[in-house]
């Protein structure tokens, strides 16, 4: 997938932190989240990645939820950037970063806050202070910054 609103962040996590990064987008505007979680599994086995922390943005985050819980032998940890409300429940026994921005109404603060609230023991909370929901394309350094510091842990 192209450039779009992770792009830069997967641009510095790939070229100054050092870690391989690989972004998978829908098939389709109308993609349901079932295609979006086969494309993923598609992806990996095609490039022969046997597990990878997997994350999301938005939608994408539910996504991410959703193949942790289907294929948790394939997932490391969870990165969710600004988290949907959604009742898909967390994967038992992995790591979850959540990022939020402050002030965004789309994806607010308090739905991140109430998923970390189910998994106290594993799930990280971190805000991105006076940003929206844009957040991945307005503080892509800032953002990928926590995302190294969380996982760059040798």
């Not at 109308?30 to 999301?56: F, K, N, P």
């Not at 959703?66 to 948790?72: C, D, K, P, R, Y």
């Not at 959604?86 to 789309?106: C, K, N, R, S, Y």
């Amino acid at each position: 997938m192209d450039g779009g609103a992770l792009g830069s962040i997967g641009h510095y996590l790939a070229e100054e932190a050092g870690f391989r990064v690989l972004r998978v987008g829908a098939r389709s505007e109308d993609s349901t989240v079932a295609e979006r979680v086969e494309d993923v599994l598609a992806v990996m086995d095609h490039v022969g990645l046997e597990d990878a922390w997997i994350g999301g943005h938005g939608a994408g985050g539910t996504v991410a939820r959703v193949f942790a819980g289907e294929h948790t032998d394939r997932v490391n940890g969870l990165l969710l950037l600004g988290v949907e409300e959604d009742e898909t429940p967390l994967a038992p026994a992995i790591p979850i970063l959540i990022i939020q921005g402050t002030e965004d109404v789309v994806t607010p603060p308090a739905n991140g806050a109430a998923l970390q609230a189910t998994a106290t023991d594993r799930a990280s909370i971190t805000s991105i202070q006076g940003a929206d929901h844009f957040f991945p394309m307005t503080h892509p350094i800032e953002t990928a910054v926590v995302i190294e510091e969380y996982l760059d842990w040798d």
